[in-house]
């Protein structure tokens, strides 16, 4: 199976788009914001080559998966969606490996239910660990700016121009090849998903979900893009606070669009975190 037709399924109360490679243990790749499924097309059959079953799904509220009703987008949820996918899809337990939002929403599905997370890959520190600081306020000043009532029409305007200018802020050193980022903004033209992607920011809270308030219970491999304008490699180190099965960073060339500006470098990382054992140097 090539894995390149979407596929659909129901957990958590949302039909959800997807792609599929390979077979073997079960790896969910959870995309964040501006993206789709497609962020990891590049990445999927060469992990699946592994020996892994590597399942890319939409997430909620991005076409062509559905809008939900209820319209919650908070960390918490984003980690029942993927904890219900693992059991949807007729497995036990999957390792979850997270970009951005979908690094958020692996965290709280490793918080909320670590029996069901046999390991965690994350592309961000640990959200209880990120001490405030003038730099990173101003490095997350989107957090504020995406959230408020005239932000859907905003970025929408000069095709997605705003879209544009987040993805060369965040990845600085990219030279973003031309429509690398259509497919996202296709998706944010269909009714609602826009609303929906921005929605994940209206959802954030001054109060930390449950998921996040939780000591991570299985091994967990960071991987931190070396120019990235607002982690600092510092960050993922002083996360290790809140790991207490084994932990590691791993450095990655890029900045927070690594796994596309870097694939060849990404992949290797990622193929060491899959195979490592704690206790070892990975």
Not at 32 to 49: C, E, M, N, Q, V
Not at 60 to 79: F, H, I, Q
Request: glycine letters at 8%.
């Amino acid at each position: 199976m090539t894995g390149s037709e979407q596929r659909r399924i129901s957990a958590n109360g949302v039909k959800f788009s997807y792609r599929e490679s390979g077979r073997g243990p079960l790896v969910i790749l959870a995309h964040g914001f501006p993206d789709t499924a497609s962020t990891w097309d590049w990445l999927r059959p060469r992990i699946a080559d592994l020996g892994y079953r590597v399942v890319a799904p939409w997430m909620r509220g991005y076409y062509p998966t559905e809008v939900p009703t209820d319209a919650a987008y908070d960390s918490d949820t984003l980690g029942r969606d993927l904890l219900a996918l693992v059991e949807a899809l007729g497995e036990e337990r999957a390792t979850l490996v997270g970009h951005d939002w979908g690094a958020s929403a692996a965290i709280s599905a490793a918080g909320l239910a670590p029996e069901r997370v046999s390991r965690l890959v994350t592309t961000i520190p640990h959200p209880a660990t990120m001490r405030p600081s003038l730099k990173l306020l101003w490095g997350v000043r989107h957090f504020f700016s995406l959230r408020g009532n005239g932000a859907p029409e905003r970025v929408a305007r000069d095709d997605f121009a705003e879209i544009d200018e987040l993805v060369q802020r965040w990845s600085p050193t990219w030279a973003v090849p031309r429509g690398e980022f259509d497919e996202v903004k296709a998706a944010f033209k269909r009714p609602g998903c826009l609303d929906a992607a921005l929605g994940y920011y209206r959802a954030l809270s001054p109060l930390p979900p449950k998921g996040h308030r939780q000591p991570i219970q299985v091994p967990a491999v960071a991987l931190s893009a070396v120019e990235d304008p607002i982690l600092e490699p510092w960050r993922f180190h002083e996360a290790a606070s809140m790991f207490r099965a084994g932990y590691r960073v791993l450095y990655v060339p890029g900045g927070h669009f690594a796994h596309r500006e870097h694939p060849q470098a990404f992949l290797a990382a990622l193929t060491r975190a899959l195979r490592w054992t704690p206790g070892q140097v990975p």
